[in-house]
């Protein structure tokens, strides 16, 4: 297929495993920051091809697996008001809340809708004036430019009814998290390629220098991820630390400039809660002063929610790659897709669920072979 | 919403909830129709309901879809359809002229398949408490002798053939229900398929599973042939036939096209001795010119499909939990 197929040639793939194989000497841990290239290192059995002394560690990468608990159960509590059509991409509406999700939420008479882009609640909106409509912004510098543009339309052409429950967090704060950790055991980063479509790569050298480690930014094929590969082990043999772009046909050293305009002016850069690892300062974003009129939180006065986590879920340690999936007592027992004790199980991002759908065969899991 | 998306929670919906209430041993085989012994003679007994959005796609409408979808699940058990019943619901409001090009399209689909409409009912519901129209068919077919297709039947050794590229109906439909375009206008690839298994019993009366691969796609059909039989699957997913538009929409959306659903294609386990002759049967028909093999039943992994991957590495393939949903990014 044009575009995808030349990225999974399996020739080409061969020679790649053997250039790696090649130049590895030694063991090396290398973390895969988005759940993106996780989902396809697991779907196409990458890790199973590679040389043994190469570890894949599975990153905090999935947009849906970090929204923050808070947000989930405010987003469920404003999504309950009869007055409100609240829009989501599709993959949100499994997530689990304290004790319920969107899904739950929608069969006890919600109005909650899947949207594939953030114009369209926003067209929403402006087919029904009477009603308050809310979009679901959560994502990484991927999905922010869109839904900032989104919010500067609506103040644009004066849509008052439209807001948005906003939960955007940034990539390069949460590496430097992860390099800080006096557990971390990364020693090379693949960096998201689709953020750096958007951001450029200009906040990666000096995090590179400082933790004096490795970062590749690559794509999403197969190809593109083994050449990440190849790129971060040659830097490790040969002791370097740069930054390194595998993902040219996408990538610019700036990114994008009129995404990124769109971003400093619609959302300044906050401190932000991710889910399963904590607080990480100036990791988010949020709606700037100019536009807070269009936040849901202010608008619709959410406070005073409780949550609650589940005590055996480690996908905190997941997402830092700290366990692997199937380390997790939990893991196909008490948590499945079906009953997910964590966003990691519901997110086709996220590592759980990854390993879930395509490792069975190495982690058989009773409950799903009897149901069918 | 999940119950009705012809994965895993469907399936639990009918074994744990309908089947214990409406008890019986025909209900208990849980195949696309039933198998019914009367008079003497061998039956397939099959019903549907058809609540699409719009009713009218690329390719067909909600009238084809409602003939096609029964006479599929007929043929699947290797009867020849004869008879249909159709029930329609209307909402209030809709045009009545709607509704006569929904039947006409009902009517030309039941004289391509070569089905009496024979019997029907029409009811009117609320304005709001429908989605413009409803359709539900059932239909009866003779099953020839010494036919006995069943997904208990597939067995290791047996080769799984696809009628031909999948995926295709459910982006035609997403095309259109969601606003989205995909650069190229891609049309359903809905039709009735007793004429190709017709084909394919004349060369191989022994055909051990067929199945339509409708709601929850492919991967939830081999799913559910390898729960009942008790055998595992291989697939060789560079085997697998998914067109360039299905896999660039399904690439953009997230979406496995596994799990997209077809309305005019079906899946074939036979015995390896018969294969090639079945194969050739499929390619000789217009509506399966696109034949291939995609994979084999195997003694191990029972119950579980399992892809080779394009790299040389593995996967399971699993029965999807609901509907697909698309990816934040």
Redesign the interface.
Known sequence: MKYLDEFSDPVLAKRLFDDIRAVTTRPWSIMEVCGGQTHSIIRHGIDQLLPEEIELIHGPGCPVCVTPLEIIDKALEIASRPDVIFCSFGDMLRVPGSGRDLFKVKSEGADVRVVYSPLDALKIAQENPDRQVVFFGIGFETTAPPNAMTVYQAKKLGIANFSLLVSHVKVPPAIDAIMNSPDCRVQAFLAAGHVCTVMGMGEYPELAERHRVPIVVTGFEPLDILEGIRRAVRQLEAGQHTVENAYPRAVQAEGSPAARAMLSDVFEVTDRAWRGIGMIPQSGWRLSPKYREYDAEYRFSVTGIQTEESTVCRSGEVLQGLIKPHECAAFGKECTPRNPLGATMVSSEGACAAYYLYRRLETPDKEASSVG | ??HGGGG?LS??LVEHLFAPAFGGDVLAELGDSAHLLLGGARLAFSTDSFVVRPLFFPGGSIGDLAVNGTVNDLAMAGAVPAYLSCGFILEEGVELSVVGRVAEALGEAARTAGVVIATGDTKVVDAGHGDGIFINTAGIGLIPDGVDIRPQRAAPGDVVLVSGPIGVHGVAIMSVR???EFGVEIQSDTASLAGLVADMLAVCPDIHVLRDPTRGGLATSL??I??AARVGITLDE?ALPVP?TV??AC?F??LDPLYVANEGKLVAFVAAEHADAVLAAMRAHPLGKESVAIGHCVPD?P??V?AA????????V??P?GEQ?????
Do not use: K, Q
């Open positions: 919403m999940g895993t399936a639990e969601e606003g989205l799913n559910e390898a729960s560079r360039d896999a660039n690439a959306l997230g992994h119950g579980m399992v991957t394009g790299l040389g590495g593995t996967r399971v699993d029965m939990l949903l698309p990816r934040i990014c």
